[in-house]
């Protein structure tokens, strides 16, 4: 192989023999390495000055790096705690809201001791221009419920009638829907009026009250509540009068009715599949 020496190189060559000639010189005569190993240290120190301050950064660059690895370590953890807690807070609210419910349902059985009542929840909702109505998981096959039961709320408010039974379903026909019809009380006087779906109205979430009596007071904001009489139960409320108008024809009057609770959020009812008759 060919080398090729550089002017550049012969010099660097050179000055290195000059100083290991002068260190066998200076061991030789001085019993040491004399100025050269000094001249040495003394263009090392800074150097090690400096990888002792680079050896230090680093140290601190990886206990800084370890500091915050356990910092991580700490968050994850509490934040999977905090996770626990929230879900753990979630579980105490449901099951105060159940007890509550179940709390609810049985002082309404304590104060309707005549209702023989089920249980159901709503599974879907249908309404049209020409009906409103929605299905309870109630059916032959694991209730006693039949066409004609009254359906309510909690609270004891109207909210239809079973118009068909299937075999773990039912069909429930709203108080909007144009089949709906019930003699009702008026206001507190023991009047009486027909409360009944009607087309118009329906779309606007209303019912009418209708066949009133010249003499019977109607005014916005009376109670509205089934007469009984043995297809309903008395005093289940229907909803509110919202308007009181006169008919086209000039005779009589008639009223709106605005369902006490919005229908289309109904999840769970109450079928009244027997009750005493009140005379």
Request: proline share 3%; aromatic share 8%; hydrophobic share 45%.
């Given at each position: 192989m060919r080398v090729i020496f550089t002017r550049k190189t012969i010099i660097i060559t050179a000055v290195a023999l000059v100083l290991a000639i002068i260190t066998l010189v200076s061991v030789n005569i001085y019993g040491t390495s004399g100025p050269v190993t000094g001249f040495a240290n003394m263009i090392s120190r800074p150097l090690k000055a400096l990888a002792s301050t680079v050896a230090q950064a680093f140290e601190s660059i990886y206990g800084n790096i370890n500091r915050y690895d356990q910092l991580l370590i700490d968050y994850e953890r509490r934040l999977m705690e905090l996770q626990e807690l929230r879900e753990n807070y979630r579980d105490a609210e449901e099951l105060a809201r159940e007890n509550e419910y179940f709390r609810e349902v049985l002082g309404f059985r304590r104060r309707n001791p005549g209702y023989e009542m089920e249980e159901a929840a709503v599974i879907s909702a249908s309404s049209s221009n020409w009906s409103s109505s929605f299905t309870i998981a109630r059916g032959r096959s694991n209730s006693d419920i039949k066409v004609g039961d009254s359906v309510i709320t909690l609270y004891g408010v109207l909210v239809g009638i079973v118009t068909d039974v299937g075999t773990t379903t039912s069909t429930v026909v709203?108080?909007?829907?144009?089949?709906?019809?019930?003699?009702?009380?008026?206001?507190?006087?023991?009047?009486?009026?027909?409360?009944?779906?009607?087309?118009?109205?329906?779309?606007?979430?209303?019912?009418?009250?209708?066949?009133?009596?010249?003499?019977?007071?109607?005014?916005?904001?009376?109670?509205?509540?089934?007469?009984?009489?043995?297809?309903?139960?008395?005093?289940?409320?229907?909803?509110e009068v919202e308007e009181v108008f006169n008919h086209p024809t000039g005779i009589g009057r008639y009223a709106t009715i605005r369902p006490m609770i919005a229908l289309d959020t109904i999840k769970m009812v109450f079928v009244i599949t027997d009750f005493e008759v009140i005379q």
């Open positions: 709203t108080v909007l829907d144009t089949t709906f019809s019930a003699v009702a009380f008026v206001g507190e006087g023991g009047d009486s009026a027909t409360a009944m779906g009607d087309f118009a109205l329906m779309n606007h979430g209303l019912l009418k009250l209708d066949h009133i009596d010249d003499d019977i007071p109607v005014m916005r904001g009376n109670v509205i509540a089934t007469y009984g009489g043995g297809v309903f139960p008395t005093g289940l409320v229907i909803g």
